[in-house]
């Protein structure tokens, strides 16, 4: 992957509320594709990952994430949201050939409140 | 348990000082990279490792280096010469691409302050 782009970085939201948080990538290769959330002062925890197959993918905590080659997206989804999923999330991909490092978006921050 | 620590959690440097991060994994990966963030960046690769004595620099190698004397173990030593050193450092792990999925772990992370 060449660049990850998320196109908002900050998505405000009331609980039980639906989510979309947007990731756009670019790419001359093939890409695995890659979602992970940050709660504060602590690491990243993968959500979900695209490697091929369903371009559907259910990740934990009820999310899920859907791969568009055409338009090179790739969306991260909840249809009812909580105020424990308020966290900092990265879309990230990497070129599917052996020991390429991953490329990261700058992060959308979730804030969920009731 | 399996997985990837980092020690310090939190790490204070008077400016002028080396100080080295360091980083563990028991999880018989192969790779194992250094990642850098800051607020509104994302994270940024340092440098990254795939076997033993081996690593190739990332996108801001400057000012930063590493060692690989242990298939577990990946320090990173942050130089007098690095001009921001202040950020959350972070460390992964991953499986090399070939044996599946080659996705990476994470550890919790190094929080990096200069006084």
């Known amino acids: 992957a060449q660049s990850v782009t998320q196109l908002d970085s900050q998505v405000p939201v009331f609980e039980e509320a639906p989510v979309e948080l947007r990731c756009n990538y670019s790419s001359s290769v093939s890409v695995y594709l890659f979602w992970y959330v940050q709660y504060p002062n602590q690491g990243l925890q993968l959500l979900l990952k695209?490697?091929?197959?369903?371009?559907l993918v259910k990740g934990i905590n009820g999310f899920e994430a859907e791969f568009n080659k055409s338009q090179t997206s790739f969306h991260l989804r909840k249809p009812s949201v909580h105020i424990s999923d308020t966290a900092e999330y990265f879309c990230?991909?990497?070129?599917?050939?052996?020991?390429?490092?991953?490329?990261f978006g700058k992060g959308t921050t979730l804030s969920v409140s009731s | 348990d399996g997985g990837i620590t980092q020690s310090p959690k939190y790490l204070f440097r008077k400016e002028g000082q080396n100080v080295t991060l360091s980083c563990e994994q028991n999880?018989?990966?192969?790779?194992m990279y250094w990642y850098r963030q800051d607020p509104g960046q994302g994270l940024r690769l340092i440098y990254y490792?795939?076997?033993?004595?081996?690593?190739q620099k990332g996108d801001i190698a400057e000012g930063y280096s590493v060692s690989r004397e242990k298939k577990e173990s990946f320090p990173l030593t942050v130089t007098s010469a690095q001009k921001n050193p202040t950020a959350f450092y972070l460390c992964?792990?991953?499986?090399?691409?070939?044996?599946?999925?080659?996705?990476?772990?994470f550890g919790p992370g190094t929080r990096l302050t200069v006084l």
């Open positions: 999880l018989n990966h192969d790779a």
């Open positions: 490792s795939q076997i033993v004595n081996d690593f």
């Open positions: 990230a991909a990497m070129n599917n050939q052996a020991g390429t490092a991953l490329i």
């Open positions: 695209y490697l091929s197959g369903s371009t």
């Open positions: 992964a792990s991953s499986r090399l691409a070939g044996e599946g999925t080659d996705t990476q772990y």
